[in-house]
């Protein structure tokens, strides 16, 4: 095809980008775009950037000054931005940057197409306006993954909690949920394309639907998720702690097809520092809400967000925290240097923690974890997992795939079994990942 164009997405971030990098790839495909990894072959190319720490943000810049000489040298080359970082900047990108072609904010994804058809007879635009409906999560496309097992599901965008230190209120705006309706409909048709597993998808997922009225709550959802046939498996994220309801952790005991995994950000284990995060919960009761979830699902799998150095943060505060991983018993955790976003909260207190001292505290928690994750990871071997496989690695030698408590699994096997739950025993836990045989009666 003569007027066929190549597209290459760059994505920063979170799950949610990786989600609307989805949905670009769909957009532009009815511009004729179709998706490569190379960007030196590209004809546009974009950036899905993310804002949450000052590294990610700069990194953007690094990455649009090494795209200079590429559209110097490329005739028609079409540079964008979207994502948090083109929402906060907008216009201004555009000006710090001559040699870029469109920024798009994190509301305006459905724009895209006029945009690029804008950018291509030579006109520049910024477009990073916020629409307050709730009909605006279905102004584009679900994503497609070519010949996808598992498939995000975007159930509701924005962040009505303003933790302090946090920039995602600003950027993606309030909370929206998405009508339970379009959700299921989305899933059943992803059902039908052959998708086993989905991971439905939002800032706050524990919160859906509260502010729509009429609409169901986000554990009547998973219900009527799990009711859908052939649909194997379901994950969520991200959950806020102080909006997990009795009802969502009962979820975890009553439906068999809900993994039995929960990411639950503790961001710190010391009340003074939680409060002046603006969670809204405390250590005793975020201990509490770990124990009803493993009372629910004895071995669910627990993985967490903490950051350190938040300003204020004591020598004893670090240690609760410390002790609250300990506790917990987490399967995984990302951790944080605390990172001061303008026109936060947490930007105007006092008490800035050292370079030296935040840097020590990381590195502190990061040993702990590789013990930990480790140790869990060990503690598999001998046991017989449930394994969905998602597909072929990329030495081409082995499948891979995810148990139930979303531990990545490889193993050796034939590739018919993509798409399938295959029993797997454990045979070598890694850092990072499992090693197994493909289980035989
Ligand atoms: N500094 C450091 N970490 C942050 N996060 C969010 N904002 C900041 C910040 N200003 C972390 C939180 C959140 C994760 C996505 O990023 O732990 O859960
Ligand atoms: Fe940020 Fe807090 Fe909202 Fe998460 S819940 S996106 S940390 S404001």
Redesign the pocket.
């Known amino acids: 095809m003569t007027n066929e164009k190549l597209l290459y997405i760059e994505t920063f971030g979170c799950q949610m980008n990786v989600s609307d990098s989805e949905k670009i790839a769909s957009l532009l495909k009815g511009l004729g775009y179709s998706s490569t990894d190379d960007s030196s072959r590209a004809d546009l190319i974009i950036l899905n950037t993310c804002s949450v720490r000052a590294k990610a943000e700069e990194k953007v810049y690094g990455h649009l000054g090494s795209f200079k000489g590429l559209k110097r040298e490329r005739k028609g080359l079409l540079l964008g931005v979207g994502g948090c970082v083109a929402q906060q900047e907008g216009e201004r990108l555009l000006k710090k940057v001559p040699w870029l072609d469109l920024v798009f904010g994190t509301h305006n994804l459905h724009l895209l197409p006029e945009m690029v058809q804008a950018a291509e007879r030579g006109e520049r635009r910024a477009e990073v306006q916020f629409i307050d409906s709730d009909t605006r999560l279905d102004l584009f496309p679900a994503g497609e993954t070519e010949g996808g097992v598992t498939r995000f599901v975007t159930v509701m965008q924005g962040?009505d909690?303003?933790?302090s230190y946090?920039i995602?209120?600003y950027v993606r705006g309030r909370e929206i949920s998405r009508r339970s309706a379009d959700i299921l409909a989305e899933i059943r048709g992803a059902v039908a394309a052959g998708v086993k597993e989905v991971t439905l998808l939002g800032?706050?997922v524990n919160s859906y639907g509260i502010k729509t009225e009429g609409e169901i709550s986000f554990a009547e959802l998973l219900r009527q998720v799990a009711a859908i046939d052939g649909l194997e498996r379901i994950r969520f994220t991200t959950s806020?702690p102080k909006d997990i309801s009795p009802e969502l952790i009962a979820c975890f005991a009553e439906l068999p097809k809900l993994c039995g995994y929960i990411h639950l950000p503790a961001q710190a284990g010391s009340d003074a520092v939680l409060s002046r995060m603006n969670r809204g919960y405390t250590r005793q009761q975020y201990l509490g809400m770990v124990a009803d979830l493993k009372g629910a699902r004895p071995d669910i799998q627990i993985t967490g967000d903490i950051i350190v150095g938040f300003p204020g943060e004591t020598d004893e505060d670090f240690e609760q925290t410390l002790s609250l991983v300990e506790e917990v018993d987490y399967a995984d955790l990302f951790t944080f240097i605390y990172s001061v976003r303008p026109g936060t909260k947490a930007a105007e207190l006092p008490g800035a923690v050292s370079r030296k001292e935040k840097q020590q505290r990381f590195d502190r928690l990061q040993e702990m974890l590789r013990i930990m994750t480790r140790r869990r990871n060990e503690s598999f071997v001998g046991t017989r997992q449930k394994v969905l496989v998602e597909g072929v690695s990329k030495r081409g030698d082995q499948l891979f795939g995810r148990t139930d408590g979303n531990r990545v699994v490889n193993f050796s096997a034939d590739p018919s079994l993509v798409g399938k739950i295959a029993e797997v025993a454990i045979t070598f836990g890694y850092q990072n990942s499992l090693l197994g045989e493909l289980f035989h009666d």
């Open positions: 962040c909690n303003f933790c946090c995602v209120p800032q706050n806020h």
